[in-house]
Nanobody, 122 residues
Framework: QVQLVESGGGSVQAGGSLRLSCVAS????????MAWFRQAPGREREAVAA???????TVAAYVKGRFSISKDNAKSTLFLQMNSLKGEDSAMYYC????????????????WGRGTQVTVSS
């Protein structure tokens, strides 16, 4: 059974940092692109960052310079390092996998985690 399990979310003050993790199982995640998406109440799900099976990363403009995506192939784990967090970063963050390319659109990913909540206060 394919499973993506996120962790690392929580509450943090503006300017702080969090590191999200996503452990993939049930398929060879190293052969596919993975990504992070987020969704705040009343808003559409939006891409945060994606990484190809080759390790090439793409980061959304609104988090560029603050967030970075990486992965540990040996542990089938995806990471999202979030620095200089802002209130607008508050959202449920979802791990996605199984895409052929590191797309920034949710429809391209067949596998999804249940999400981890990130709340940024000021």
């Amino acid at each position: 059974q394919v499973q993506l399990v996120e962790s690392g979310g929580g509450s943090v003050q503006a300017g702080g940092s969090l590191r999200l993790s996503c452990v993939a199982s049930g398929y060879n995640a190293n052969n596919y692109a993975m990504a992070w998406f987020r969704q705040a109440p009343g808003r559409e799900r939006e891409a945060v960052a994606a990484i190809s099976k080759y390790g090439i990363a793409t980061v959304a403009a609104y988090v560029k310079g603050r967030f970075s995506i990486s992965k540990d192939n040996a542990k089938s784990t995806l990471f999202l390092q979030m620095n200089s967090l802002k209130g607008e970063d508050s959202a449920m963050y979802y791990c996605a996998g199984g895409a052929d390319v590191a797309a920034m659109t949710p429809a391209r990913y067949p596998h999804w985690g249940r999400g981890t909540q990130v709340t940024v206060s000021s």
